[in-house]
């Protein structure tokens, strides 16, 4: 909760930087909404809260020409916590790319800005683990066919809609006033597009990319048609207004913390009910599961071992592969259990596996909140 907030503030003062409160405000507003699908408890929050930062750098840089330097140890700082780190490199070669093409730097001020671009990517070779971490990306590739958040993005989603809304927005604007469009704008508007159209994962990035630009573009509109009245105010936040932007993320952590206790006092679709059954088993127990069971699994019964969990991403292909197989009782898929060499099996009850097994002579040791805990013969 603290983290998507933070992620929420961070938003809005980088859209600041671009406008006014007005423009700030809605902008945050669609932001927000096509990062609703992405706000959840994982290292990725950190990448949303970076991203942001690193983008309103770089529009700072492309206005005045000086290099961020602070932007190196950060890309490092990036890299220790989440795997996007690549995605915020690769936005520092495209404000390179776009500011070269606008052909308003120096050669001098062109390999500053490319210094630091070039010294976010080297410094990230720095972390313990090396070379590893640029394998990664791939490794998570390697599995993301079985992951539905990395599907093609559903267009008509409320998410995927909110960040439509806005590069659809700027490019209207753009095209219907001529202002404020840079090469290095135009770069980024048409990343946040591809994002947008390359997976549900990736559309937090659109919507986290896009906004600063919406912002802008708002600007444009608000002072083109005198809108602008009783909503003038700094280039950047004052006191009153950070004030009041920190009083209120106080108030409603506060108003958080003593909800939660209450509302995630248990866990929610799974089955409490076996939890009996599942103590008694022998530390090491191998279980076949349900995939949506697997990250329960190891939380409440940590001496199991789940066949499969909802990370996912440690897992081989191979491994995905068979799984998805036995899930779906295709051809070979009872060897893959039998390889398994799980003595038990928890899955939901009725489902074409738990059926098939209890066909080969699985028996029921309990049935709880949809799922059936099976004992292999």
């Known amino acids: 909760g603290l983290v998507a907030m933070v992620v ?49 750098a770089w529009l700072q840089s492309e206005r005045d020409l000086r290099p961020r330097w602070w932007l190196i140890p950060m890309a490092w700082l990036w890299s220790l916590c989440h795997g996007f780190w690549f995605i915020g490199v690769a936005y520092g070669f495209l404000f390179v790319l776009g500011i070269a093409l606008s052909r308003r730097a120096t050669a001098g ?9 070039i010294g976010s990517f080297a410094v990230v070779l720095l972390n313990p683990i090396g070379l590893g971490v640029l394998e ?38 753009w095209i219907l006033t001529r202002r404020g469009v840079t090469w290095a704008r135009v770069l980024v508007l048409v990343a946040a597009a591809f994002w947008l159209w390359y997976a549900g994962r990736t559309v937090v990035i659109a919507g986290l990319t896009a906004a600063p630009l919406f912002t802008a ?4 509109l608000l002072t083109r048609y005198g809108a602008t009245e009783g909503t003038a105010g700094p280039a950047r936040p004052d006191r009153i207004e950070l004030g009041a932007l920190t009083g209120s993320a106080v108030v409603l952590l506060t108003l958080l913390a003593v909800a939660v206790p209450h509302t995630s006092a248990t866990a929610g679709g799974v089955t409490p009910g076996l939890d009996g059954r599942l103590d008694r088993l022998p530390p090491g127990t191998k279980v076949f599961n349900a ?21 996912i991403t440690p897992y081989s292909s191979t491994h995905a592969a068979d799984y998805e197989r ?31 097994l209890e066909g080969r002579g699985w028996t029921s040791a309990g049935v709880s909140d949809g799922y059936v805990l099976l004992q292999r013969p």
């Open 217 to 220: 573009a708002l600007e444009v």
């Open 109 to 117: 001020q062109l390999a500053r800005l490319a210094a630091v671009a």
């Open 291 to 311: 995939y949506e069971l697997g990250g329960w699994i190891h939380w409440r019964h940590p001496d199991l071992d789940p066949y499969i969990d909802g990370l």
């Open 8 to 56: 929420v503030v961070v938003v809005y003062l980088a859209n600041r930087r671009e406008g006014r409160m007005l423009s700030a405000g809605v902008a945050t507003v669609l932001a927000v909404l096509a990062s609703s699908g992405s706000l959840t408890s994982r290292p990725q929050l950190i990448s949303f809260v970076l991203l942001p930062v690193l983008v309103a």
């Open 326 to 356: 036995a899930a779906t009782v295709s051809p070979g898929w009872y060897a893959v259990v039998q390889d398994s060499a799980a003595p038990v099996a928890l899955l939901s009850t009725g489902s074409s596996l738990a059926t098939l």
């Open 136 to 173: 990664a990306p791939f490794a998570v590739s390697s599995t993301s066919s079985y992951i539905q958040e990395w599907d093609r993005t559903d267009l008509l989603l409320t998410g995927p809609l909110g960040a439509a809304a806005m590069i659809l927005g700027i490019a209207l604007v």
